[in-house]
C-alpha cells in the first residue's frame, strides 16, 4: 500500500514538473525596436551619400505599427557676416515621422528634401 502511494505521489510531481517546465511565460520573452534615427554631419556632400538601406535595416525588427522618426541634422559652418556677398551655409534637421510600415515613403520624402536643399545649395 505505502508503495502504491509513494508511486502515485512521484508520477504526479514527475507530471507536474515536466508541465511546469514546458510552458512558456510570456514575460519572459523580450522585444526590441527602434523608435528613432538620427543621422548629422557638417558635410554637405554627406548627405548625398547616406547609406538608406542601413536605415532600413534598423527598423527592421518593429512591427508594422510602431511609431518612428528619421532625422538628419545638417550643421554648416556659418561664415563671418562680415563678407556680405556671399551666403552662409544654413543649419538645419528635419524629422519625418510615421509607422514602420511606411518607412520607404518617410525615406523618399527624405531624399526629395535633402536633394532640392543640395542642388539650391551648389547653385
Keep these: 500500500m505505502i508503495r502504491k502511494i509513494f508511486l502515485i505521489g512521484a508520477i504526479t510531481l514527475l507530471t507536474f514538473t515536466t508541465y511546469s517546465q514546458s ?5 519572459d520573452e523580450f522585444k526590441t525596436s527602434v523608435t528613432t534615427f538620427d543621422i548629422s554631419t557638417d558635410n554637405l556632400d554627406e548627405l548625398k551619400s547616406i547609406d538608406w538601406e542601413a536605415v532600413k535595416e534598423a527598423f527592421r525588427t518593429n512591427e508594422k505599427d510602431d511609431l518612428i522618426t528619421i532625422s538628419v541634422a545638417y550643421n554648416g559652418k556659418n561664415k563671418s557676416t562680415t563678407d556680405l556677398n556671399k551666403e552662409g551655409e544654413d ?3 528635419i524629422e519625418i515621422s510615421g509607422k514602420s510600415s511606411e518607412i520607404d515613403e518617410q525615406i523618399d520624402n527624405l531624399q526629395r528634401i535633402l536633394q532640392k536643399y543640395i542642388e539650391k545649395k551648389k547653385s
Design 23 to 27: 510552458k512558456k511565460n510570456s514575460s
Design 91 to 93: 543649419n538645419f534637421k
